[in-house]
């Protein structure tokens, strides 16, 4: 994070002290840098999971920020691919970085298509929609896929309470809760707000028929359950 290139902490400061929209345009230009970014480790199980549902028509990055989803979408689609995000810092990185893609600027949580895709993927990005944002974001997701289409997405297992993985993430979030409570505008960002149950139920109450299927490449956990997890949504 502190590596030559990436923020320093001064700028993540800024950056935590801002709008959601505003410390993303500030932290763009270094944001794949950062342990941010989704690694192309999870990206590429990501792809290998869903290849056998593919092949794909047209594909959809929902929160895209620089456009590392395209990892997943370019071997799996062989028509038109997109990111939608509403920084527009992101998205001029995406654009640098994939000219030959098209790049929307728009807030998720509003329908801006109507069955144009076959495949919507999103990657770290859920943190940032409180519980009661997230029907309107299935919902316009469901809005554009067509009928038959698939929005994927990994979950990991959450971590042990006995472990640091567990402790790390909900202290965070317990300082983000304050900050919010005395500071505008608010940065939501939550690590702990996404349990899968409840979003399953989100998915189907949107018009969705879910399943998931184990991300093998993760491996398990000591009770034999499977450490990453990979949502399956499909349109009916």
């Known amino acids: 994070m502190f590596s030559p290139g ?6 993540l400061a800024v950056q935590a ?4 929209e505003h410390g993303y345009d500030l932290l763009a230009p270094r944001f794949d840098r950062t342990p941010f970014r989704t690694s192309d480790r999870i990206l590429d199980a990501t792809a290998a ?26 071997p799996l689609c062989g028509g038109r691919v997109a990111g939608v995000d509403f920084s527009a810092g992101m998205l001029a990185q995406a654009r640098r970085a994939h000219p030959d893609a098209e790049w929307i600027r728009a807030d998720a949580r509003r329908t801006v298509f109507a069955a144009e895709f076959d495949l919507a993927v999103s990657f770290g990005a859920f943190g940032h929609f409180l519980a009661s944002e997230r029907p309107g974001l299935f919902a316009g997701v469901h809005q554009a896929l067509r009928p ?40 939501v960002m939550y690590y702990r707000t996404f349990p899968l149950r409840a979003v399953r139920a989100e998915l189907s109450a949107a018009g969705f028929t879910v399943r998931t299927a184990a991300v093998p490449e993760f491996g398990h956990r000591p009770d034999g359950a499977p450490r990453c997890r990979l949502v399956m949504a499909r349109k009916a």
């Open 6 to 11: 990436g923020p320093s902490l001064r700028d």
């Open 17 to 20: 002290l801002s709008s959601v």
């Open 148 to 187: 038959g289409g698939l929005f994927a997405f990994p979950v990991f297992a959450p971590p042990r309470i006995a472990t640091r993985g567990y402790w790390v993430p909900a202290g965070f979030d317990a300082v983000m809760r304050v900050r919010n409570a005395v500071w505008r505008p608010r940065f």
């Open 49 to 74: 999971a869903l290849r056998p549902f593919g092949p794909f028509g047209d594909g959809l990055d929902v929160c895209c920020g620089t456009g590392a989803g395209l990892r997943v979408l370019r």
